[in-house]
């Protein structure tokens, strides 16, 4: 049981790291600004500093998301479907409606937002974490996993 759920952990590390870099080169490849004047340069250069901070805080965040998987060595949440289903999706759940609600009053507020990219790539991550699920718990339901393990 905790080498199947050490690869599940493993691997969702991997798509965490994967989706922070292509995050990153997304945020290289932003508008150049060298045909704006003086301020707007500024505000361009305050802008990819935001969005570095936004990266570092999403790569944090999607680490300490898959720690909660490890609550799964517990048999009580293993054993049912909802906690276990919690256990891979509850956090990062719980942390895109948060960033959704402060989206949405930015772009009420300001007409735009800079949470898009960033809700962006943590439903992608929520997306493969999901898919995780359902391996995990197909392996559960044929009983691949055993306490032995």
Excluded: H
Excluded at 9 to 25: A, H, K, M, Q
Excluded at 55 to 75: K, T
Aim: charged residues 10%; glycine residues 4%; proline residues 1%.
């Amino acid at each position: 049981m905790k080498k199947t759920l050490l690869k599940f952990w493993v691997i969702n590390i991997l798509i965490s790291i994967c989706l922070f870099v292509i995050y990153r080169i997304l945020l290289a490849e932003s508008k150049n600004p060298a045909d704006e004047n003086f301020l707007q340069v500024i505000l361009s250069i305050l802008s990819i500093l935001l969005q570095l901070g936004f990266s570092l805080v999403y790569l944090i965040g999607m680490i300490v998301c898959s720690f909660i998987l490890f609550l799964n060595l517990f048999e009580k949440i293993r054993n049912n479907y909802f906690f276990s289903l919690l256990s891979f999706l509850g956090l990062p759940s719980l942390c895109i409606i948060i960033l959704l609600i402060a989206a949405i009053a930015d772009i009420y507020s300001f007409n735009q937002s800079i949470l898009l990219k960033f809700i962006g790539f943590s439903l992608i991550y929520l997306v493969f974490t999901g898919i995780q699920f359902l391996m995990f718990r197909k392996k559960l339901k044929t009983g691949a996993l055993k306490m032995s393990q």
